[in-house]
């Protein structure tokens, strides 16, 4: 069965940075992109970024460009995600999700997340 | 850029009908899933392409999304239906998803 298993909490003072990982098992690895997704405490759902595991191209929400680095290792199925000069605001649970394609006759191709991870809470402190 | 509007909260009886409103401009030209998130856990995906249920996802939940807004209805109910609701759509000019703010069902 698909799972994706992420890296337990993380405390970080600001300023710091923090690594991620999200280990992946069930399926092809290099056949689904991964996204990150962030919900801070009583907020909705922010997307962060993507990674294509065949290839390692990576894609980021503007709001997170020069502080985020995605990376993978194929030999593990795991791909991480980096988050640099961290501040309070970060204080967050991250997701990994596993991005299914489809393809809709009026907008073309587009991607839903059937399998997520079960989050990684990281807390910021000053 | 792209945004998706969703009620704040629905509340809604025990064995009664909830429906859940998802807005954006031109949204019956996208292809609109939705995910439900209970708290303390990850969210789950329980409709996709508009109407689709995975595996494992009651009838009682359905997507339609034949104008605007689409909609997500939960039909009979449950204690157990009581979580946010999250809409979300791809946007092909920017290759980035865009998800809704999120909607809390309430069970009265």
């Known amino acids: 069965q698909v799972q994706l298993v992420q890296s337990g909490a993380e405390v970080k003072k600001s300023g710091a940075s923090v690594k991620v990982s999200c280990k992946t098992s069930?399926?092809?690895?290099?056949?689904?992109?991964i996204h990150w997704l962030r919900q801070a405490p009583g907020q909705g759902l922010e997307w962060v970024g993507s990674?294509?595991?065949?290839?390692?191209?990576?894609n980021y929400a503007q709001r997170f460009y020069g502080r985020v680095d995605m990376t993978r290792d194929t030999s593990i199925s795991t791909v991480y995600m980096e988050l640099l000069s961290l501040n309070s605001n970060d204080t967050a649970v991250f997701y990994c999700?596993?991005?299914?394609?489809?393809?809709?006759?009026?907008?073309?191709?587009?991607?839903?997340?059937?399998?997520w991870g079960q989050g990684t809470l990281l807390t910021v402190s000053s | 850029s792209y945004v998706l509007t969703q009620p704040p909260s629905v509340s809604v009886a025990p064995g009664q009908t909830a429906t859940i409103t998802c807005g954006g401009d031109n949204i019956g030209s996208k292809s609109v899933h939705w995910y439900q998130q209970k708290p303390g856990q990850a969210p789950v995906l329980v409709v996709y392409d508009d109407n689709e249920r995975p595996s494992g996802i009651p009838e009682r939940m359905s997507g339609s999304n034949t104008g605007n807004p689409a909609t997500l209805t939960i039909s009979r109910v449950e204690a157990g239906d009581e979580a946010d609701y999250y809409c979300q759509v791809w946007d092909s000019d920017i290759h980035h998803p865009v998800l809704g703010h999120g909607t809390e069902v309430i069970v009265l």
């Open positions: 999700a596993r991005a299914m394609s489809y393809y809709y006759h009026s907008s073309g191709r587009g991607y839903y997340f059937d399998y």
């Open positions: 069930g399926y092809a690895f290099i056949g689904f992109y």
């Open positions: 990674l294509d595991p065949n290839t390692g191209t990576t």
